[in-house]
């Protein structure tokens, strides 16, 4: 089992029965192929940078100084655009019998607005590379500028624009920790995403439960493939249906195909399982070997795959529609 899987719809089981978006989700707009412009800028370049800056303090492995210090980055930065940062923090013992510290960062922007919606992504990377073609470097940390410090960099960039004008809503982004260190051969599906699953268990706030939640993860590689993933079109369709009809008209429909996808075992589960319907903006290629890109889970997950135009199309789609409200 890999860490994201592959479905044949004709033969996937839904793993909450009868669960979709809420009705809150389902007030979203879909009936104007128009959007109205954010009223701030989404700057590629930047992002490109918190991609760059990310990958400067080595393999984000739970446990090791890189991680510490990249989190400690990750929380100033945050502070530094007027976010609430909340950082929850534990312990979870890994399928291989580790413990590991956890440490996820929450920012709030527009923090009295009563609607919310979450945004997240993870900021960990994988310990091993296991999917390398080179067997010689298969237990070396992978370097993650595509999954994931694509979608954080994305999420720090919007959090950055954000801080010139406030949205009507609230917004609250979520860089979850200790996602990546999962059996990838015992087909251990809750050895995944273990930072939200803590999260899920215990929210960082008492009732917490925004309208919505969008996952970004390898949203950064020059050719990606964005494709309506399986669960998030069974939880939240409506939500799938606005981001994609926002790119289509902003576009970015070379990046954004309205067309569906494999179920993936990814953070947005374990939201959705809370009851905050959530979907997953996630790169998949269904003629590759894994179904992702060609350097997932390798050494090869550098910056050199990583395009600001890109990290341009999903901020600027997300900023238009938090601003649409």
């Known amino acids: ?107 709030q922007i527009n923090v009295d607005a009563e609607t919310r919606i979450l945004l997240l992504a993870h900021w960990d990377c994988r310990p091993w590379a296991d999917k390398d073609p080179n067997p010689a470097k298969r237990r070396t940390p992978v370097m993650g500028a595509n999954d994931a410090a694509s979608g954080v960099a994305v999420l720090l960039e919007m959090a950055r624009a954000m801080q010139t004008k406030l949205p009507n809503i609230g917004v609250d982004i979520m860089l979850v920790d200790v996602e990546d260190w999962g059996d990838d051969e015992g087909g251990n599906d809750d050895s995944w995403a273990l930072g939200t699953q803590y999260w899920a268990r215990n929210m960082h706030q008492q009732g917490y439960h925004p309208m919505y939640g969008i996952l970004l993860d390898m949203v950064g590689a020059a050719d990606a493939s964005f494709l309506q993933e399986y669960y998030s079109m069974q939880y939240a369709p409506a939500v799938v249906r606005e981001v994609w009809r926002i790119a289509a008209a902003l576009g970015h429909s070379n990046r954004f195909f309205s067309k569906p996808g494999g179920g993936i075992n990814d953070d947005h589960l374990p939201v959705n399982r809370a009851g905050v319907p959530c979907i997953d903006i996630i790169d998949m290629r269904m003629d590759s070997q894994y179904g992702f890109f060609d350097a997932w889970h390798t050494t090869d997950d550098v910056m050199r795959h990583i395009s600001p135009a890109t990290l341009g199309a999903v901020g600027e789609t997300l900023l238009t529609l938090i601003y649409s409200y």
């Open 1 to 107: 089992m890999i860490r994201y899987f592959i479905i044949a719809l004709s033969s996937i089981i839904l793993l909450l029965g009868g669960c979709s978006s809420t009705s809150k989700s389902e007030k979203i707009a879909q009936d104007t192929d128009t959007v109205a412009a954010a009223p701030v800028s989404f700057n590629a370049d930047s992002a490109y940078a918190f991609v760059q800056r990310q990958c400067q303090f080595g393999p984000r492995v739970p446990g090791t100084d890189a991680h510490r210090r990249c989190g400690d980055y990750l929380v100033s930065t945050l502070k530094s655009y007027g976010t609430t940062v909340i950082e929850q923090t534990g312990k979870v013992t890994t399928f291989d019998g580790v413990n590991l510290p956890l440490r996820n960062i929450i920012a």
